[in-house]
């Protein structure tokens, strides 16, 4: 019995056999010393289980150790025997340094791009918010009667808060807004927000030095105080140690900094500085919808019933207040997916254009590694000969594969670092959360997954193909042929028709975002842009003294600086076109005379009568605003000097305006007020039409809008834009208007800017998109028409024998030319086919990013394709010259 | 005969090295031969020598081989590798300065004297 169990021990080690020989050979010797003492058998058993201690323990403890050492000892062999492969394909990869190059450029090309692309996303939509248990941070807002989203009044919010039940902080802010602000040295301007007491404690964040706001710092007239971020207190306040207690001058108050913020702060996006809201009286009135709101859901709390709770409490305010609110319900978003917002659909684009590059790779990388197999079968079928048992082959193939996707991993994540720089230089400054890119863990995790996923696929399939058969076809068919079988061309044709579909599917969305970006840029956008500069100051507003003399200085800037060489124009708007921040919005109502003197409950009942009302934009003009800007006068007259403070207050109004709220009438000497909007209730005179501005961007219609003057309206005109038209280059102003301004305010930093730059910027996201997928696209047309080349070539190389023999029989070189060509042209005709489905399915994608073309436009599919086909066939065409120039007398005597 | 000592935590391991130091031995042997040395004083239980041997070997200090005992029977034999013999002069050299230390200490006479 135990003989034969040696002998079965040839298969491989058996440690419980060996164990239990070993103990039984102890026990019999122990017996037989006990034996030669005298002792019986049976009593020398029972003797030595007493003293031996519990044996079966011994033997399972015993047991584990071996078994233990011989996994050890497996994986060792195992990974010997895998670095010796690895070796093995370094030093065969070695001899053909082409090939080993163009595979890992390939794959680092696609490794790059993805790991790249991950990165953006992965700090953008996926890596949470750096705060502590960020899902518990959300943004509230209030519903109106047909459920839209709106900001918060400071009554709403105020009874919002005292009722609330499972949350742990609400709190309201301002997104930054820019401010002029002195300290020690130049005047400079910074992104401030004004925020509530509880901000802080809602997002989490510590201070890093100092403290956040005290009590006696959240009262009206307290004593003003302001907490910094630690970027600003590094770039702006120098870093120094001694920040707490110095003061920063906002306008005509000074601040002294109470805190530093930890890093994390990042929120809202741009905010430099943190102003106590509490510093200045809440609001009134229920309808002055100026705050945001933030909230932090308590712990024990989950986010349905916090939901249903602040639902409740907004319709039970509803109830009690009725028309004099306009929330009707109120809802929450988590920050998170607030802040992501739009960029989510744009970045989830870019990942799958990304994704898509990736697979043409590897079909490249598979082709490649194909024909190699195929060159390599006279070898492999020597060693199957020899004996190589199939698992080795494939294992070497996996190691090949292996040592080229490591490789061309490495790389990639170089070219990913190297790409999320560029991409980060070129992004156009709107991407959320920007400052949390970076390469880490989860990054590099992603890398080598997409590595070690496309190492098992080239493997894999490298290994089914280039090892089947090889060896019963090439002894049977001997060194004559090399032609590969019927079903390796086939899956190469498969792959290169794969690749040729998917960089069309790329190309065709790369040419939808290039004609909605040309649609875009050729929009007219209402004014002209050339020869225009913008200055951005910042004043800060104050009684009417200050006010009137915020408004002599912009009249006295306008009037020296039109008087600068080459100035035809000058004016101001408080918010420029195109420029983001400063608009505002809101309803009016349509006075039946001048004298009509309206309270605020007539307010509130004209306003549901719907012919008494209409909203629009509001904007403060000054200067020769419309002429510098050459939008036209369409009717009527501009202020022109008219809009003395104490004359009857004058209004322009937009084309759109016009039409849409007076589409019958003439709404020239039309009487309207805002309600007390800016603070001023008396009513406007419309007085002209001018043109439609497309404000926003150049891509949404001109929205409806009201001008007044910042003479008669200074109260909005703390922010304005000066605009200037000049003869040459209007960039040439910004010295002496600087000087102007330095002379007037030493204390206002002036922004200048071209309006072309400012149209530019406006166009920055859409071309930072364009950008991405163009590049990807002329990638994937590189590699879409390698693969095309490579396969041709391969075909070429194989039928070099017919080629030979039809020439012999009198084939002219031009018909030889045209059939293989013709080769490469029928694989891309049927991948351009392939391709157009499969963009047609996934049009869905860049829908909302296109404009002015439809996802279906007909122009890019067919450019594409005849791009496509022409690279296909220009690709076929080297390949197909070399078969018409072979020998024929060379092949047949072969 | 005398009474048993037990074998100190940690010490088998020690021992077992020693017992290998002239050449090869099976388990058995080396049971007899610590039993031998401590003139029968020592109690080793068979129960704890086999994962000793076992382990030592996974540690690589001693290695093992199949062959035939003195009656001619198939036994596994153990034997020293280089790094067990270190391991054995590491463990030894470690062993005598501590039985002289506890040994100074165990046979101290006095309480505490003050040197500074």
Redesign the interface.
């Known amino acids: 019995m135990r003989s034969a169990r040696r002998y079965l021990r040839f298969f491989g080690p058996d440690p419980a056999a060996?164990l239990d020989?070993?103990?039984a050979?102890?026990l019999?010797?122990?017996v037989?010393?006990y034996v030669r003492l005298g002792m019986s058998e049976p009593d020398a058993r029972r003797r030595?289980a007493e003293?031996?201690?519990?044996?079966d323990?011994?033997?399972h403890?015993?047991l584990e150790?071996?078994q233990?050492?011989l996994r050890r000892q497996d994986m060792r062999e195992a990974f010997g025997t895998w670095m010796r492969d690895v070796r093995v394909a370094l030093r065969s990869l070695r001899r053909s340094p082409g090939y080993f190059a163009g595979v890992v450029a390939t794959l680092a090309l696609g490794i790059g791009a993805t790991t790249a692309i991950y990165s953006v996303v992965h700090g953008v939509l996926l890596r949470p918010l750096p705060y502590p248990e960020p899902d518990r941070i959300v943004q509230l807002f209030q519903l109106d009667a047909d459920a839209r989203k709106g900001q918060w009044s400071d009554p709403n919010f105020a009874d919002v808060r005292e009722r609330l039940r499972g949350f742990d902080a609400v709190a309201q802010f301002t997104p930054a807004a820019t401010l002029s602000v002195a300290g020690a040295g130049e005047p400079f301007r910074a992104g401030a927000s004004a925020v509530s007491g509880d901000f802080f404690r809602v997002l989490g964040v510590r201070p890093l030095r100092g403290r956040t706001f005290a009590p006696e710092e959240l009262v009206p007239g307290g004593s003003p105080a302001v907490v910094v971020t630690e970027s600003f207190w590094r770039n702006q306040l120098g870093g120094s140690e001694d920040v707490i207690g110095s003061r920063l001058t906002i306008g005509r108050t000074t601040y002294s900094v109470v805190g530093v913020m930890e890093r994390a702060l990042a929120f809202p996006a741009g905010a430099g500085i943190y102003l106590p809201k509490e510093l200045n009286a809440p609001s009134p009135f229920r309808t002055g919808h100026n705050w945001q709101a933030l909230a932090r859901v308590n712990a024990g709390t989950s986010m349905q019933s916090a939901q249903d709770a602040i639902s409740r409490v907004a319709r039970e305010l509803k109830q009690q207040h009725g028309d004099d609110t306009m929330m009707s319900d109120a809802t929450f978003v988590p920050l998170r997916d607030q802040l992501v917002g739009k960029s989510r659909k744009v970045l989830l684009l870019l990942l799958a254009a990304s994704g898509l590059l990736l697979l043409i790779a590897c079909a490249n990388v598979v082709n490649l590694l194909l024909a190699r197999a195929t060159a390599r079968r006279g070898e492999i079928a020597v060693r199957l000969a020899l004996g190589a048992g199939r698992a080795r082959l494939v294992a070497q193939f996996l190691a090949e594969s292996a040592v080229v996707a490591g490789v061309g991993g490495a790389l990639g994540v170089v070219l990913a670092l190297v790409g999320v720089r560029a991409l980060l230089r070129l992004e156009p400054g709107d991407l959320p959360r920007a400052g949390e890119i970076g390469t880490n863990l989860p990054v590099l995790g992603f890398a080598l997954l997409a590595t070690v996923l496309v190492a098992l696929a080239l493997g894999v399939i490298g290994a089914l193909r280039g090892g089947r058969g090889a060896l019963r076809e090439v002894m049977a068919e001997g060194q004559r042929s090399m032609s590969g079988s019927g079903a390796a061309r086939r899956l190469r044709d498969t792959l290169v028709v794969a690749q040729i579909a998917l960089a069309l599917v790329l190309l065709v969305g790369a040419g939808l975002l290039g004609r909605s970006f040309l649609a875009v840029f050729n929009q007219y956008p209402g004014y002209r842009t050339e020869g225009v500069l913008a200055m951005d100051v910042t004043l800060s507003g104050g009684d009417t003294t200050v006010l009137a003399s915020n408004v002599r200085f912009y009249d006295e800037v306008l009037e020296r600086g039109r008087a600068l060489p080459g100035v035809m124009h000058a004016g101001a708007v408080n918010a420029l076109p195109l420029a983001p921040g400063g608009v505002s919005s809101g309803m009016f109502i349509i006075q039946r005379s001048i004298a009509e003197r309206l309270t605020f409950d007539d307010f509130r009942a004209l306003s549901k009568i719907p012919e008494r009302v209409g909203e629009s934009q509001f904007r403060i003009v000054g200067g020769d605003y419309f002429r510098a800007m050459d939008i036209p006068l369409l009717r009527g007259r501009l202020f022109d000097g008219q809009d003395a403070p104490d004359a009857p207050h004058l209004a322009l109004i937009s084309e759109s305006l016009a039409r849409s709220r007076w589409p019958d009438e003439d709404p020239l000497g039309k009487i309207i007020q805002y309600g007390g909007m800016d603070g001023d209730p008396r009513p406007f005179t419309i007085v002209g039409i001018v043109g439609d501005v497309r404000e926003a961007n150049l891509e949404a219609r001109p929205l409806p809008t009201f001008y007044a003057s910042y003479r008669q309206r200074p109260r909005m005109a703390g922010r304005m834009n000066l605009v200037f038209r000049a003869q040459g280059d209007p960039a040439a102003l910004s010295a002496p208007l600087r000087g102007i301004v330095h002379e007037l305010r030493p204390q206002v930093p002036p922004r200048f800017r071209t309006m072309q730059a400012v149209m530019t910027e406006s166009l920055a996201s859409r071309r930072f998109v364009l950008v991405l997928i163009g590049v990807f696209g002329a990638a994937a047309l590189l590699l879409a028409s390698l693969g095309v080349y490579s396969v041709i070539a391969y075909l070429v190389a194989q039928r070099r024998r017919e080629i030979g023999v039809r020439m012999a029989l009198g084939a002219r070189p031009e018909s030889v030319r045209r059939m293989v060509v013709r080769e490469g042209v029928v694989l891309a005709g049927v991948g351009v086919v392939v391709g157009a489905l499969f963009a047609m399915a996934g049009r869905r994608y860049v829908e909302g990013l296109q404009y002015g073309v439809r996802a279906t436009d007909v122009p890019s599919f067919t450019a594409v394709s005849v791009l496509l086909v022409t690279v296909a066939a220009l690709a076929s065409w080297f390949p197909a010259r070399k078969a018409a120039a072979i020998p024929p007398a060379d092949v047949l005597r072969s | 005969m005398a009474a048993h000592v037990d074998v100190l935590q940690g010490t088998l391991d020690m021992l077992v090295l020693k017992s290998l130091t002239w050449g090869p031995m099976?388990?058995?042997s080396v049971?007899?031969w610590l039993r031998q040395r401590s003139d029968d004083q020592l109690r080793v239980?068979?129960?704890?020598l086999?994962?000793a041997?076992?382990?030592l070997?996974?540690r690589r200090l001693i290695e093992s081989e199949w062959g035939l005992?003195e009656?001619n029977?198939?036994?596994?034999f153990y034997r020293l590798t280089t790094a067990g013999r270190r391991a054995l002069r590491e463990e030894t050299s470690h062993w005598s300065r501590y039985v002289s230390v506890i040994d100074r200490i165990l046979s101290a006479t006095g309480p505490a004297t003050r040197t500074a």
């Open positions: 060996d020989d070993e103990l050979f102890h019999d010797m122990r037989a010393e030595i003293e031996a201690g519990d044996m323990a011994a033997r403890e015993c150790i071996d233990r050492e | 099976h388990g058995y049971l007899a239980e068979d129960a704890a086999y994962p041997l076992h382990r070997e996974a005992s009656n029977r198939r036994a596994k």
